[in-house]
């Protein structure tokens, strides 16, 4: 049911937890399943230094927090704005059509903390 790559940023999340006095944060909730994943951002001349996530959810909940970290250190503001719920997927190696509002939480706490 979940590729190789879900199963691994689930069993071992990368970058769990708070950036310490962050410069840019979100909570955001999935209506439909009640999950909740929480970024937290600091930032740097326009680039994202470190990003860490927390969450409360499914298997999809977390494994999505893990990869969109991955996926949004280092980048400008603008690029983490156009970071699209098919990028989050991809690095997972794919997520089940009924779990797609789980990994969608990353790109709603990124528009969110960052303002797009």
Do not use: W
């Amino acid at each position: 049911m979940y590729s190789e790559a879900l199963l691994d940023h689930f069993r071992h999340p990368r970058n769990a937890g708070e950036v310490e006095s962050p410069d840019a944060e979100a909570t955001v909730v999935s209506e439909l399943h009640g999950d909740t994943l929480r970024l937290t951002f600091a930032l740097r001349g326009g680039r994202i230094e470190d990003v860490r996530f927390q969450c409360l959810g499914c298997t999809v909940a977390i494994a999505a927090g893990s990869a969109g970290t991955e996926l949004l250190r280092g980048r400008t503001i603008a690029e983490a704005l156009a970071l699209t719920d098919e990028d989050v997927v991809r690095a997972l190696g794919g997520v089940p059509e009924s779990k797609r509002a789980c990994s969608l939480l990353v790109r709603r706490a990124v528009q969110a903390a960052l303002g797009g």
